[in-house]
């Protein structure tokens, strides 16, 4: 393939695949049309109209972490890199050379595309060493989703702590809660700041059952909801043992609150039995939802 070159950067290297497209993103363009971003993109949304969906769109928060985990390596890019990318389609690069009107930006327009179209060849020449690539990957994919069956069939049920294992069921409770894809319901009489420490940093509902004592206050889940804006306190006395909720589909037992961890022998048993797990979520969702 033809190497085209604008600033001693192959213009092939800056071109990507997202969402099943050839494109070219905004810092890329901005760079070779030789303003700042900024005003690159200043002239673009004065002229939005000109830029349909299929010739300019803005990377999700998704696919801007996994372009950037992919292609980023620079710290200074890195730094550079503050909000998702706008990407533009070779018609879009067209479309440039109506609103960068220099002559310049007219020559670097048709430079581009024929990067585009250089690209395109290039990539229907190889197709057969791409769907062989492509078939390897699937296989692999196959081949992680049966260990990962395999190690599951190792998993943990019960876990058994001795008296000054602080760091260990702290760390196995953390793990625990961070398995929670939606909602993590916690139940437990004597949660105090200790529980708002642990759940911090895990980005799902959080429900906490507990009775109204003094170890958390409505001061501190106040504050804590003020940053973080995920958790629901109800009080209530019908509970006696402890347990931990993920997805109202895994339930596990504790044998100590979370705030004596450590202090004495205890278990922590993930709950099998189908009747007893559906009685409790049952009491438990009637007691969420009243």
């Known amino acids: 393939m033809e190497e085209l070159i604008i600033s001693d950067i192959k213009i092939e290297d800056m071109i990507y695949e997202i969402r099943g ?16 971003t900024k005003v690159f993109m200043q002239n673009v949304k004065r002229n939005i109209e000109r830029f349909p969906e299929n010739f300019m769109f803005q990377l999700t928060k998704e696919e801007f972490m ?56 290039y990539l229907i020449e190889n197709k057969d060493v791409y769907k062989s690539l492509n078939n390897i990957n ?38 625990t809660f961070s398995e929670t894809k939606g909602e993590l319901i916690v139940i437990d009489n004597y949660a105090d700041k200790v529980f708002l420490d642990l759940i911090r940093n895990i980005n799902v509902n959080i429900v906490l059952i507990t009775k109204n004592n003094s170890k958390l206050t409505k001061t501190d889940t106040d504050k804590y909801n003020k940053q973080y804006k995920n958790l629901k306190v109800i009080y209530t ?41 559906n009685q409790l979520l049952k009491f438990v969702i009637k007691l969420i939802e009243k």
Request: aromatic share 12%; proline share 1%.
């Open 66 to 121: 996994n372009w950037r985990s992919q292609f980023v390596t620079s710290n200074n890019d890195l730094m550079g890199l503050r909000r998702p990318p706008y990407a533009f389609t070779e018609q879009g690069v067209a479309m440039l050379s109506g609103i960068l009107k220099s002559k310049i930006a007219i020559n670097t327009s048709i430079k581009i595309i024929n990067a585009f179209v250089s690209m395109r060849h």
């Open 138 to 175: 699937n296989k692999l994919i196959e081949h992680d989703d049966k260990l990962d069956y395999l190690f599951s069939k190792f998993d943990k049920k019960e876990r058994l702590y001795l008296s000054g294992e602080e760091y260990d069921i702290y760390s196995d409770i953390k793990e």
């Open 237 to 277: 006395d019908k509970f006696h043992d402890r347990y931990f909720i993920i997805d109202r589909k895994i339930i596990y037992h504790s044998g100590t609150s979370i705030n004596f961890a450590g202090n004495k022998v205890t278990s922590i048993n993930k709950l099998e039995d189908n009747l007893i797990k």
């Open 21 to 36: 497209k050839q494109v070219m993103l905004d810092r890329d363009l901005a760079k070779e049309y030789g303003v700042e």
